[in-house]
């Protein structure tokens, strides 16, 4: 069954430095998620792609955070600096059309700041 | 703006216990409702959904039925097994421009003893 698959599954870094995180949707799925889920909170979204477009990242804090899915597959969340409270699990979801219900996560990158 | 409010956790229940998890929701319009599962260490997946008023959601032996009188969305499943211990969302779809975001609720734990 296809997955989508999510790298590293655990990072540690220190804080100021960048920390990128690594998804790949299941083949053909043209929207993709961002999500980020604080311990013991339910995930809210940080960025949703459309191929390769964005449309909504109204919840990303801009000046540390960026996301690209250049070629419309596989994308790349980074943090530049990171921020103690940037520890959390961020998860990667897609599906196959804007407008489907049934959004397929990965195992998320657990992301620890020092 | 819409918000999902589901039961505190943790909650420890016995095999073979009957099993409620409460889901209250705000939101303008008519959202779709939605109970996702995450299972230790995996990402979320879809448990059930109804996607109109007095639908009926069920799958692995686990049901929820959207109320509007009372807009709420409550998990239950008769019989609880140890397979089920998990952390349960309740969530609903937002629709903003061009958007399709999922507000979750925090996250209910569950924990089945044999």
């Not at chain 1, 100021?16 to 809210?44: K, M």
């Not at chain 1, 949703?48 to 000046?63: A, G, I, R, W």
């Not at chain 1, 103690?84 to 998860?91: I, K, N, R």
């Not at chain 2, 097994?81 to 609720?105: E, I, M, W």
Request: net charge negative; with cysteine.
């Amino acid at each position: 069954e296809a997955e989508v698959a999510q790298s590293p599954r655990y990072k540690i870094t220190e804080k100021s430095q960048a920390v990128a995180f690594w998804c790949d949707p299941i083949s053909g799925h043209a929207t993709l998620y961002w999500y980020r889920q604080i311990l013991g909170q339910g995930p809210e979204l940080l960025v949703q792609f459309q191929d390769e477009s964005v449309v909504d990242d109204s919840q990303l804090p801009k000046d540390r955070f960026s996301a690209e899915r250049l070629k419309g597959v596989d994308s790349t969340l980074k943090i530049q600096p990171a921020e103690l409270g940037d520890s959390a699990m961020y998860l990667c979801a897609s599906s196959l059309v804007d407008t489907s219900y049934e959004q397929y996560f990965g195992p998320g990158t657990r992301l620890t700041v020092t | 703006g819409d918000s999902v409010t589901q039961m505190e956790g943790p909650v420890t229940l016995s095999e073979e216990a009957f099993l409620t998890i409460n889901c209250t929701y705000t939101a303008t319009g008519y959202p779709s409702l939605f109970w996702y599962v995450q299972y230790p260490g995996e990402g979320l997946q879809l448990l059930l959904k109804a996607t109109k008023a007095d639908d009926k959601g069920s799958n692995k032996g686990f049901e929820a039925t959207y109320r509007k009188e009372t807009t709420s969305f409550h998990l239950e499943k008769g019989s609880v097994q140890v397979s089920d211990s998990a952390v349960y969302f309740c969530a609903l779809k937002y629709s903003g421009a061009g958007s399709y975001q999922l507000t979750f609720g925090k996250g209910t734990k569950l924990s089945v003893i044999p």
